[in-house]
């Protein structure tokens, strides 16, 4: 297994290298909504538990994700759309106000523009990364996310962007590297803005494979959380999580 580490230097299958932490500049619309704990929970690695929106319901995470630089411009800019579980190491199922720096989000699916970009996130830190089109629609008020890999859509997202303000945040993400559970620390920096318990959010799902399981997780109409980001996103090397 290859173990990397902040400092290193990693060369990509594609020829590209970066060095970690990998600092990135994107704007990012995303929205924490309620759903099915089942499905939820199944979709999670051994190891992880889902995090709790209220008593009966888990949290899922969607990301609509345009990268403007990444590291020392080491690659061509791409964008993004993530779906995530929030996830705590152990089986007690928090609720997402008493999340911790401990606690964070699996990351289910990760479609992105570029095949440099697939391999950054999966060869890097493991995230499921595929190639499709990704189509951001921003005006002041909104971005709108259409996502279509294989000549199917997976989704359309619409999020009202949040009154912003600078402000700097650490969370962490989880994934499945080569076997085994990783958590990777990530940190926020810029304009930075979160609406709590709001309902412009909206999640279309489409006809891809993928599109099943988002309506399989019910996700609710009203978000817990609707936030963005302008500024920089900084990801560590990960870290193998003890079971």
């Known amino acids: 297994m290859t173990r990397l580490s902040d400092g290193d230097r990693v060369r990509l299958s594609t020829g590209h290298e970066v060095t970690l932490p990998l600092v990135t500049e994107a704007t990012v619309a995303g929205a924490v909504l309620p759903a099915r704990y089942d499905v939820a929970a199944s979709l999670l690695p051994d190891g992880l538990t889902p995090v709790r929106a209220t008593a009966q319901r888990a949290a899922v995470v969607v990301l609509c994700v345009e990268y403007h630089r990444i590291g020392d411009d080491a690659m061509a800019p791409y964008d993004e759309f993530a779906v995530m579980v929030a996830a705590t190491p152990g089986r007690r199922p928090p609720l997402l106000p008493l999340l911790t720096r401990a606690a964070g989000a699996y990351v289910w699916s990760l479609p992105v523009t570029t095949e440099s970009a697939r391999a950054l996130g999966d060869e890097i830190w493991g995230y499921p990364k595929t190639v499709a089109d990704i189509d951001h629609r921003d005006d002041a008020t909104r971005r709108e996310t259409t996502v279509v890999e294989d000549g199917d859509r997976v989704a359309t997202v619409g999020i009202d962007w949040p009154r912003t303000w600078a402000r700097r945040e650490r969370i962490a993400s989880y994934a499945v590297r080569e076997g085994r559970l990783e958590r990777t620390p990530v940190a926020f920096q810029g304009k930075l803005g979160a609406a709590p ?47």
């Open 197 to 243: 318990l709001s309902g412009r959010v909206h999640v279309d799902p489409g006809d891809h494979e993928r599109a099943d399981t988002l309506r399989a997780l019910d996700l609710g109409p009203r978000s817990v959380l609707r936030f963005s980001l302008d500024g920089r996103i900084t990801y560590g090397a990960g870290r193998a999580v003890e079971r």
